[in-house]
């Protein structure tokens, strides 16, 4: 998984925490990085690892494990700086404070504006190499982590919005590190889904300026990927005050929540509020020291929220890289178009699933029978025929379908309206009154299922589903809601059934989505409210196990019982459907999707951002 971070992923992945299907899917291949390949090696053999020294003036040593910084060496020596790229967002944002907000393009904003400590190499995401650190060691017991880090890196130059003092030029130190877990671990803040990855987390131990521990409590397997994939934060920008640092003022201050300050290769130039979101290159990036500067100049995140008027702004150059529904892949005249426009195309296995999530503390939802007879109401083979256009696959469970954890001989819940209905009945639901509704204790069989509002492909599948649901005597109603009440609506628990989608990681952890610890938290990803003890003690496991077969065991058990549970009705992972200038080179497609960072453009062929 590349984010150029972690907490990237976490976010995103979490996507981003909470992602509505609607939202992600039309965008979906703007945002998950991820392809088809196998998980091929275990993160677990990683040895202790000292990334190669830096010495003074900054000129990179020779590398006696691989090149001196991540990525290097898929960094085009001949590209030419300059130009731009602009992508497509389908709604805004509340805030820019990555910690505090979900939303999956504020994951995006943060991967291009941020640097972590380490990198997965693009070509073997097994393996880390070296970015904001030099250097580290990672104990035989997986607990403590001992960083150096590159001197010289700064932070983005900015104005506090609150006091009106300028930053310039100030440096990256192991303070703000010791911030970024600080600020994390406050109860008050409200970044319950990014929490429950560093609860097992210690302490970070202050040694220099350059050097910090990093102590976990316990060996969690996930350890390794929290550590070396962590970002630092600025603590001048979000503890500008005196005294103690305040959880709820950071998560109610607004006006600094609209700054994005990282350190990483662009810099926010301007968020025009439902325009759009504009960054440039940050010059003093210290990237450019070893090799790794982009060299596109800007990259802006356009806000049209059709989906048909984002493809022709794509066909009319106004966009530069754009994920595609599936009506609109199979096309006819899509390749001709694309010839003519001079776009490239290119389809893959995306690294997300979808699914109908039932609000478990409703009684409704309380008996598994009746759960598994919603999915077998649930056509998902027309769905896929019919709304993906065969792009994509049937899944059973939440593990990327094409890794050893997914449980291939899990068979999906068949389309069998009479077998749900004999389900249905042994729960005690019956057609007592003759209305056509089903019917137990005097109250009918009927719930409210959330659709995003305009998003065309759940206006698609939800009346396939709600025609199905009526057959067995169900009434499903659909209530279409705008993004940011839907996002409202889940926080507060106060919906009944919602479509939802999460990106898959590289090394998956069920902790934050299926524990029953996080069920009752507000803000948790577990939003569903699922409880089951079994899940509890295999997810607990899976944390502390570092060998590959005994964790791809856990991970089928696992999906057994979410298999039976059906807490979920897991839907499908659609292909990625990528469309994009061919103006840009060195766009390769790696085992985590495309890396957008490494295009660049002939100085002929360079365009920039309109009205700027």
Request: net charge neutral.
């Given at each position: 998984?590349?984010?150029?971070?972690?907490?990237?992923?976490?976010?995103?992945?979490?996507?981003?925490?909470?992602?509505?299907?609607?939202?992600?899917?039309?965008?979906?291949?703007?945002?998950?990085?991820?392809?088809?390949?196998?998980?091929?090696?275990?993160?677990?053999?990683?040895?202790?690892?000292?990334?190669?020294?830096?010495?003074?003036?900054?000129?990179?040593?020779?590398?006696?494990?691989?090149?001196?910084?991540?990525?290097?060496?898929?960094?085009?020596?001949?590209?030419?700086?300059?130009?731009?790229?602009?992508?497509?967002?389908?709604?805004?944002?509340?805030?820019?404070?990555?910690?505090?907000?979900?939303?999956?393009?504020?994951?995006?904003?943060?991967?291009?504006?941020?640097?972590?400590?380490?990198?997965?190499?693009?070509?073997?995401?097994?393996?880390?190499q070296p970015l904001l650190a030099e250097s580290w060691e990672n104990a035989p017991d997986h607990r403590t982590y001992r960083i150096k880090l590159r001197r010289g890196v700064l932070w983005h130059d900015f104005t506090d919005p609150v006091t009106g003092r300028e930053w310039k030029n100030r440096e990256v130190t192991a303070d703000d590190f010791r911030f970024f877990v600080d600020t994390v671990k406050n109860p008050d803040v409200n970044c319950e889904p990014l929490r429950v990855y560093y609860q097992d987390l210690d302490s970070v131990e202050v040694v220099s300026s350059h050097e910090f521990i990093v102590r976990w409590k316990k060996a969690y397997y996930g350890s390794l990927a929290a550590t070396l994939e962590m970002s630092p934060l600025p603590r001048h920008l979000y503890h500008a005050y005196d005294g103690p640092?305040?959880?709820?003022?950071?998560?109610?201050?607004?006006?600094?929540?609209?700054?994005?300050?990282?350190?990483?290769?662009?810099?926010?130039?301007?968020?025009?509020?439902?325009?759009?979101?504009?960054?440039?290159?940050?010059?003093?990036?210290?990237?450019?020291?070893?090799?790794?500067?982009?060299?596109?100049?800007?990259?802006?995140?356009?806000?049209?929220?059709?989906?048909?008027?984002?493809?022709?702004?794509?066909?009319?150059?106004?966009?530069?890289?754009?994920?595609?529904?599936?009506?609109?892949?199979?096309?006819?005249?899509?390749?001709?178009?694309?010839?003519?426009?001079?776009?490239?195309?290119?389809?893959?296995?995306?690294?997300?699933?979808?699914?109908?999530?039932?609000?478990?503390?409703?009684?409704?939802?309380?008996?598994?029978?009746?759960?598994?007879?919603?999915?077998?109401?649930?056509?998902?083979?027309?769905?896929?025929?019919?709304?993906?256009?065969?792009?994509?696959?049937?899944?059973?469970?939440?593990?990327?379908?094409?890794?050893?954890?997914?449980?291939?001989?899990?068979?999906?819940?068949?389309?069998?309206?009479?077998?749900?209905?004999?389900?249905?009945?042994?729960?005690?639901?019956?057609?007592?009154?003759?209305?056509?509704?089903?019917?137990?204790?005097?109250?009918?069989?009927?719930?409210?299922?959330?659709?995003?509002?305009?998003?065309?492909?759940?206006?698609?599948?939800?009346?396939?589903?709600?025609?199905?649901?009526?057959?067995?005597?169900?009434?499903?109603?659909?209530?279409?809601?705008?993004?940011?009440?839907?996002?409202?609506?889940?926080?507060?628990?106060?919906?009944?059934?919602?479509?939802?989608?999460?990106?898959?990681?590289?090394?998956?952890?069920?902790?934050?989505?299926?524990?029953?610890?996080?069920?009752?938290?507000?803000?948790?990803?577990?939003?569903?409210?699922?409880?089951?003890?079994?899940?509890?003690?295999?997810?607990?496991?899976?944390?502390?196990?570092?060998?590959?077969?005994?964790?791809?065991?856990?991970?089928?058990?696992?999906?057994?019982?979410?298999?039976?549970?059906?807490?979920?009705?897991?839907?499908?992972?659609?292909?990625?459907?990528?469309?994009?200038?061919?103006?840009?080179?060195?766009?390769?497609?790696?085992?985590?999707?495309?890396?957008?960072?490494?295009?660049?453009?002939?100085?002929?062929?360079?365009?920039?951002?309109?009205?700027?």
């Amino acid at each position: 998984m590349n984010r150029t971070g972690y907490l990237k992923f976490l976010l995103t992945v979490l996507t981003l925490a909470i992602i509505l299907f609607g939202i992600l899917i039309i965008n979906a291949l703007d945002r998950i990085n991820r392809s088809t390949l196998l998980l091929a090696d275990k993160l677990a053999a990683l040895p202790t690892h000292t990334a190669p020294a830096v010495a003074a003036g900054n000129a990179p040593l020779p590398a006696p494990e691989g090149p001196p910084i991540a990525n290097v060496q898929y960094f085009d020596p001949k590209a030419e700086p300059g130009g731009r790229m602009i992508r497509a967002i389908s709604a805004d944002t509340q805030n820019l404070n990555i910690l505090i907000n979900n939303d999956a393009y504020v994951s995006d904003f943060y991967g291009i504006a941020h640097s972590t400590l380490a990198a997965r190499d693009f070509g073997k995401p097994e393996e880390y190499q070296p970015l904001l650190a030099e250097s580290w060691e990672n104990a035989p017991d997986h607990r403590t982590y001992r960083i150096k880090l590159r001197r010289g890196v700064l932070w983005h130059d900015f104005t506090d919005p609150v006091t009106g003092r300028e930053w310039k030029n100030r440096e990256v130190t192991a303070d703000d590190f010791r911030f970024f877990v600080d600020t994390v671990k406050n109860p008050d803040v409200n970044c319950e889904p990014l929490r429950v990855y560093y609860q097992d987390l210690d302490s970070v131990e202050v040694v220099s300026s350059h050097e910090f521990i990093v102590r976990w409590k316990k060996a969690y397997y996930g350890s390794l990927a929290a550590t070396l994939e962590m970002s630092p934060l600025p603590r001048h920008l979000y503890h500008a005050y005196d005294g103690p640092f305040d959880g709820k003022r950071f998560n109610e201050d607004h006006q600094r929540n609209r700054l994005l300050v990282g350190c990483g290769p662009y810099r926010l130039l301007r968020w025009d509020k439902d325009v759009r979101v504009v960054f440039t290159r940050f010059e003093n990036y210290f990237g450019a020291r070893y090799g790794i500067r982009p060299p596109l100049k800007e990259v802006a995140f356009e806000l049209i929220k059709h989906p048909n008027t984002r493809l022709q702004a794509l066909l009319a150059g106004q966009l530069d890289l754009l994920g595609l529904t599936p009506e609109q892949w199979v096309k006819p005249d899509l390749p001709e178009k694309f010839a003519a426009a001079g776009l490239k195309q290119a389809q893959y296995l995306g690294h997300a699933y979808f699914y109908i999530g039932y609000n478990l503390r409703n009684p409704l939802f309380a008996d598994r029978r009746v759960r598994q007879a919603l999915t077998m109401l649930v056509d998902r083979e027309k769905i896929l025929r019919d709304v993906y256009f065969n792009l994509g696959r049937i899944i059973t469970g939440p593990f990327f379908p094409d890794s050893v954890y997914y449980n291939s001989a899990i068979q999906p819940w068949p389309y069998d309206v009479e077998r749900a209905k004999a389900l249905l009945a042994e729960a005690g639901w019956r057609d007592t009154d003759g209305d056509g509704i089903l019917d137990r204790d005097g109250k009918p069989f009927t719930f409210t299922i959330m659709q995003v509002a305009g998003q065309s492909l759940q206006q698609k599948m939800l009346p396939i589903i709600k025609e199905s649901m009526a057959k067995a005597g169900i009434d499903m109603k659909i209530q279409p809601l705008e993004w940011s009440v839907c996002l409202q609506r889940l926080t507060d628990r106060n919906f009944e059934v919602c479509t939802l989608g999460w990106t898959m990681p590289y090394d998956p952890d069920p902790y934050q989505v299926w524990h029953s610890s996080q069920a009752d938290k507000p803000g948790s990803s577990n939003h569903i409210g699922y409880k089951n003890p079994e899940v509890d003690a295999l997810i607990e496991q899976l944390r502390l196990t570092f060998e590959m077969p005994e964790r791809v065991k856990l991970c089928h058990k696992i999906a057994e019982i979410l298999h039976e549970d059906q807490p979920y009705t897991f839907l499908i992972t659609p292909d990625s459907l990528v469309g994009w200038s061919g103006r840009y080179r060195n766009a390769r497609l790696f085992p985590l999707g495309f890396q957008t960072e490494l295009f660049w453009t002939p100085r002929a062929e360079q365009r920039a951002i309109p009205g700027l």
